[in-house]
């Protein structure tokens, strides 16, 4: 009875992160749906396993969202931290974002000023590059530095300024735009170079894929929930 007297840190934190990743992986999931029309013939049987398996995923977490509210109903009047929940807590936050982390990737540098480059990079070719990227099974993509996360948006803002999660992310002078992505080293190169690599210098722009170990940063914004409530627990 005294060990159940503890309180376990971060209740409130861990319930809103685990149905914040629920809900964007959700969305993440249809996004995926959208971008197979986007995908070469050669790759379908590829995505579909990919997207198959992101639903499964979706099941399993919500199997563990809800071990996890039944523990935290538990935690609410006790003392202390519990070693196996702050383990779970680390793994939501990496799968949301809200974590850096590093690990083995690659990194893709996109420079779109050849004077044989008509148009520069734009919002819906950088939608689909990410979009490769997941499908080739990265963990963490970000680019320019933003981390690419459920609910990222990508917009154009005027007639040349791109925002990522509402922050400006075009070049500076003397540097492309780069894609940092972890995961499966030879699965991401190959996705790239035979699909968006190949496009983006069939338009004249200079493009570099690098195997590299990365760190990629924690997503800085923040996941609120307007409309959507967790269900009622059965029988409450």
Excluded: C
Excluded at 114 to 122: A, E, G, M, R
Excluded at 123 to 146: F, H, P, V, Y
Excluded at 185 to 207: N, P, R
Aim: proline share 3%; net charge positive; no cysteine.
């Amino acid at each position: 009875m005294q060990r159940w007297k503890r309180t376990l840190a971060l209740p409130v934190t861990m319930v809103a992160i685990a149905l914040g990743f629920l809900i964007a992986l959700q969305a993440q999931t249809q996004k995926n749906v959208s971008a197979a029309e986007q995908i070469s013939e050669q790759r379908m049987s590829q995505m579909k396993a990919v997207l198959v398996n992101s639903q499964e995923q979706n099941a399993l977490l919500q199997e563990r969202h809800k071990d996890l509210s039944e523990k935290l109903d538990l935690a609410r009047n006790q003392v202390g931290t519990d070693p196996q929940l702050l383990v779970h807590l680390k793994q939501l936050k990496m799968l949301d974002g809200t974590q850096e982390v590093e690990g083995p990737g690659i990194l893709v540098s996109i420079d779109d000023r050849n004077k044989k480059v008509t148009f520069p990079l734009y919002t819906d070719e950088i939608l689909r590059m990410i979009n490769t990227l997941k499908l080739a099974g990265a963990e963490a993509i970000s680019i320019n530095g933003q981390r690419i996360v459920g609910s990222t948006d990508i917009v154009l803002s005027g007639s040349s300024t791109i925002l990522v999660n509402k922050v400006p992310i075009n070049r500076t002078e003397g540097n492309p735009y780069e894609f940092s992505a972890i995961g499966d080293q030879e699965t991401l190169l190959d996705y790239v170079s035979q699909l968006d690599g190949k496009t983006l210098k069939d338009k004249g722009m200079t493009v570099s894929i690098v195997r590299k170990t990365l760190r990629i940063p924690s997503y800085k914004g923040s996941y609120s929930f307007k409309e959507a409530k967790p269900l009622a627990e059965s029988g409450a």
